[in-house]
């Protein structure tokens, strides 16, 4: 996407980079002050740091707090805009966000380590997360901001009326910050009571307002804080009364004064409320005088009443600033005082509170105000001395700012501070910039040039102009073909929602296509998203962990679907592989990425079916469509069907029937957003492109940052002798299974595509890196499916890159990622674990050639099997019935025996059932269970381990012995030192476990309990109430669970139809995408080539694992496949809809025929 204002306007990025830098030091440098360094040893260094305590901040403390997620706000904001400016994107900007989110925490890392140096300063876990808390909110602020940002910017630097409109908002914004500040709010009643007995409030003047000229001075700099407001609105309101703006100064004190009692450091007083009125007030009489005469003769007032009021305000000052508060003292103490001055910048400031650092820089800012005011009148006097009116600022500051710090001296016990200094050169140079800047907006003169007093440009501004509906005709180009490497959206919409047309630009601008306007809902689509929504509910209602919050974070993400309907194209491919949380809230029928896709949905139908459908790209999508819903509605029906006639709800367990639709709804989602593919607006299809490039490339990148923590965390980084395999995010690999392998070659095609055709240099050197570590997760899953998975996807982007898309650029960049690839695989290739996989993979075919073909034997004879297979989830039943192993699988099931659950683990092969518990090292714990076995009970262990998903490392075994030989249901507990659990491993250390197994035999058990010494409850749903939520059932006998390949498994669940319809499928996507790859320019080139390349590499996953059997994956593949049929629609159409073309029927949000980027229609 672009904003673009002017024609070949173009965003420098030379001031922002200077601006991130220089604030960056800033940021360091503040947190470092007083730089009182400190002896301490690195070694010890490090170990503290990985120590680092969460203090327990009280209310006082509040304010610091606070202050570091301020502070790292702009710092992340100025990264992104530096990196990425604020007037385009494109696929490359998740990669720059992330940068620029681990730049900004690394930074905080690296001051808090720091920070051990500094004597003053605290080290805690609470900075470390305000400052991450910062960095998101700037991030944030970016990506939903960045537009307005860009407009304001526009704004300001044309002129004209929208200048003054803008200054004004961006004015009134900073004040109402401003008057929060330090946002210290009070969060319980206890310190709202504390809080109104402090003192700070009073109807006309409170108590802790100092003396008479301290209070009249905070009075003061309120009402001057309020002046600008008022100045800009007698500007683009010349005939608001004076009375109206001193009755909007006194409601707005009337609604931030006591809104200011929920502020610890908060001052509420009744003359601040006429305060903020009398300076809207003064600023309006300024702003009339400056509208009525122009700037010119202002200037001349202000020179002339320069040398009548100077003396008067230097006396002033000297008494604001502390002067002759205290008899003075002679020059030789006042000499002797010099000594004891700390001449560091932000010195004195660390010592104070930051409200009342804040209100010392508004004092020093207003003193020195007009001194940039008189600079600014003495520069207009002269034509011809612009240039030297900064100069001539500085020039009269400096002398008059450091005789009043030296003055301080004298009356003790006020003293110098340096950084007052600063604020007055930087109070100058402000008045005289803004001065300069109200000079060419009332006289309408270019930056730099003459001014022309007769006009008043302000007063004028463009028309609007009115904004077509979604898919309405924009003439040839519609589609907004993107340049590699461009993001460059044809109708200059941005992020922001504004149109070109909406900033004052030149008439010529007018031209540019103004921005869609997505239609109100539709029947169709109310109806649809009823289903959504109640599922949606059921499915928060229902959520076992933190449902509040995750209501709140899906109210967000549908707030951002209603503004940005396209969004879940960025969204949905993000969160697939990396919003699993199994481990924490055990298995659900409704997990939460699931109410993700509901919510896309639920928005999606309401907000996007009112645009009309784009054309199939060929005639074997819609039959291919027909089948897989055909397939999975039989799939479905014959998996549930054990249901029907049995207890609801069904009971929770590892073979239970519920298996089903754990399986099939990942296929059903990807067939629910076939509507929202369907009808992209063909000037957004450059947009929709960038966002699925995005989200693939974020969801990656997630991957494969979390595989590298596994390592790190369980068994280092560079161990390649280890037997560990990661699993990164999948969590359901919980019994083994190809997922992150298949994941991992579907979306490594995309970011080598991404690196080879960009034209930045950033993207690719951020590409490069991240390819390097995304070949070192493939290598370190030790899949050899997954290996021959990554090398066919490059295979087939190096053949689609051939094909004309080559230059010198891309054949270096394509070198340097080539050897990034070699030197994150020939390290784990000549490790010990993997030249034993290569060694067995002869013997491993034929053990998994066996296991198909008693996986084929496992179906029931007939017809109906042949043709329509087994159902979704039903092989582990049928291993287990019908297999007849040496041992079976372990199983569980959540029964009921008098109306009271209980978990019974089956025997078989050693399975667990865990949960994540928060074990601290060192503690003591007591663990109860309530266990029945066959015969007598015997002693009972359980593990806790640090462990990974289907790896155990440090543990340690409880025995639990009963007290007195017996039968049935038996109490024990045990008392137990956590040792050295919750430390082991690198930091940060692994999590702890509690795993339930099966050893033994079967075993009842019931009331799990483990409690810390304080009394506090460590584990979740113990008695089984919610089912088996909260517990991960997990297993590392694959064979009993999976296939491990893909036509085998799909030809087991849905037969010869399932395999049909994606064998359609697959050929519909091919043609559709080798229209595309046929000709190297052709928009969304780079999105084809990934889709193509990523599909081709998880089918080639396939062929030896697993793929098909859960959920997510499953989606993966139907949706990357249907991708190619909203990406890139064709000519072909329905018989049924040419006879409605013939007959002349209006289908489109206005009654227009929708025409599609070539003019087509589709009324269908």
Known sequence: MTYSPTPGATSPRGPVWAAFLIYLAFVVYGSLVPLEVGSLAWDQALAQFQRVPYLDLGVGNRADWIANIVLYVPLAFLGCAALLGVRRAGWWTPLGLILVAGFCVAVALGVEFTQQWFAPRTVSLNDLIAETIGTLIGILLWVFGRGRVARGLDAITVGGRASVLAALVTGSLGYLLLSFFPYDFVVSFDELRGKLAGGNQGWLVAPGCGGLLRCAAGLTIEALAAAPLGLLASLLWPRLRLRTLFLVGVLAGLVLEPLQLLLVSGVTQGLSVLMRGSGLVLGALAGQLLGERGPRPVARLVVR??????????????????????????????????????????????????????????????????????????????????????????????????????????????????????????????????????????????????PSPVVRAWEHAPAPVPRPAVGAPTGAGA?????????????????????????????????????????????????????????????????????????????????????????????????????????????????????????????????????????????????????????WGIAMARGLWPLWGADWPPADGSHSPVEAWMVGKGMLWALLLVPLLRRMPPRRLGQARDFVMSGVLLGLTVVALAVLWERHVHVGI?????????????????????????????????????????????????????????????????????????????????????RGRTGRGTWIAAAVLVAAVAAATLPVLTGGFAKERLAGSGNDLRIRLAHWERALTLMTPGVGSVLVGEGFGQYPQAFLMLAAPARPPGTFAILREGGNPYLRLGAGETVFLDQQVGIEPGKRYRLTIRVRQAGEVKPFAVPLCEKALLYSFQCQSVVLTPQAVGSGWVDLSADFDSGRLGAGGHWPHPSVKLALPNAGGTVDLDNVSLRAADGRELIANGDFSQGARRWLFVSDQDLAWHIHELWVELYFAQGVLGILALLLLLAAAGLALWRVLRTADSPGFDLALGLAAGLAGLLTVGLLGSVLDTARLAMLCYLGALLAAGMFPGEWRARRARRSVARGRRDGPEGEVQPDAGGRVDPS
């Open 718 to 802: 560079a161990d390649f002798a280890n037997e560990f395999r990661v699993t990164g995010t999948f969590a359901s690999m919980h019994t083994g299974g190809a997922y992150i392998e298949a994941f991992l070659a579907f979306a490594f095609p995309f970011l080598v595509v991404g690196v080879l055709t960009a034209r930045r240099w950033w993207p690719r050197v951020t590409g490069v890196l991240l390819a390097f570590l995304v070949a070192y997760a493939m290598m370190v899953t030790f899949s050899r499916g997954g290996w021959a998975g990554l090398g066919v996807g490059l295979l087939v982007v190096v053949l689609g890159l051939l």
């Open 479 to 631: 589609e907004s073909g993107r340049a590699s490497g461009a993001g460059v959206a044809a109708d200059g919409w941005d992020q922001g929602g504004a149109a070109v047309a909406d900033a004052p630009t030149a008439a010529a601008d007018r031209s540019a296509p103004p921005p869609l306007v997505w239609p109100a809902p539709k029947k169709l689509g109310m109806a649809l998203a009823v289903p959504a929504g109640l599922a949606l509910s059921a499915g928060i209602a229902a959520f076992p962990v933190a449902w509040p919050i995750l209501a709140a974070l899906l109210l967000l993400y549908a707030l951002l679907l209603w503004s940005y309907p396209l969004a879940w194209l960025l969204m949905v491919p993000a969160l697939l592989p990396t919003l699993d949380l199994s481990p924490i809230t055990g298995r659900l029928p409704l997990d939460a990425f699931d109410l993700v896709v509901l919510t896309t949905l639920l928005l999606g139908y309401l907000r996007v079916l009112g645009v009309h459908r784009r054309l199939w790209p060929n005639r074997l999508y819609p039959v291919a469509l027909g089948l897989l819903w055909l397939s």
């Open 305 to 450: 009443a320069a040398p009548l009021l100077g003396l008067p305000y230097l006396a002033g000052m000297l008494l604001v600033s502390g002067w002759f508060r205290s008899p003075a003292v002679s020059a030789a103490a006042a000499l002797a005082r010099l000594s004891e001055v700390r001449w560091l910048p932000l010195y004195y400031q660390y010592y104070t509170s930051e409200a009342v650092a804040l209100t010392s820089a508004l004092a020093q800012l207003g003193l020195y105000f007009p001194f940039g005011l008189l600079a600014w009148a003495l520069a207009a006097q002269r034509s011809g001395s612009r240039a030297v009116g900064p100069w001539l600022a500085v020039a009269m500051v400096i002398p008059v700012s450091l005789l009043t710090e030296a003055g301080k001296l004298f009356f003790p016990p006020e003293h110098p501070d340096p950084t007052n200094v600063l604020i007055a050169v930087g109070a100058t140079l402000l008045a005289y910039a803004l001065a300069t800047w109200f000079e060419r907006v009332l006289t309408g003169a270019p930056a730099g040039g003459a």
